[in-house]
């Protein structure tokens, strides 16, 4: 795969997937990866983290949401060495109480990224 993310969204799933809105007030988001200016961000899966969760917060902000209304978090390592580091973001960047979460291991993520996170939030707390 290539490190190198499409420039224009309609090229890239990653990370401009949609938000997806059921009717219930379900709110997902799916495929955050540590992408800024179509790369993958330098310096390790702290910061790929990092940019994987402001993708994330910039997602929920287009449709009026922010990190408080998450309920459930599914994360992807391509290591799970990596595991400790991303657990420190995971603590700091999201609003207490922490919203449930899942690490899955994969062996592969697209654009080489370490990570990816996937989320549930829910709208008005229904």
């Known amino acids: 795969?290539?490190?190198?993310?499409?420039?224009h969204p309609g090229q890239a799933r990653h990370p401009y997937s949609p938000v997806r809105e059921t009717e219930t007030g379900l709110v997902?988001?799916?495929g955050q990866l540590g992408?800024?200016?179509?790369?993958?961000?330098?310096g390790g899966i702290a910061e790929e983290t990092r940019q994987a969760f402001a993708n994330l917060r910039a997602r929920l902000g287009a449709v009026g949401l922010d990190l408080r209304s998450l309920?459930?978090?599914t994360v992807?390592?391509?290591s799970m060495a990596d595991r400790n580091?991303?657990?420190a973001i995971y603590e700091t960047a999201l609003p207490h109480p922490l919203p449930a979460r899942t690490c899955i291991a994969v062996t592969e993520l697209p654009y080489g990224a370490r990570i990816e996170i996937d989320a549930i939030g829910?709208?008005?707390g229904t």
């Open 1 to 7: 795969m290539s490190q190198v993310a499409p420039a």
């Open 28 to 30: 997902f988001v799916a």
């Open 35 to 42: 992408i800024a200016d179509g790369r993958i961000v330098e």
């Open 71 to 73: 309920v459930k978090i």
């Open 76 to 78: 992807y390592l391509t």
């Open 85 to 87: 580091e991303m657990d």
């Open 122 to 124: 829910v709208r008005d």
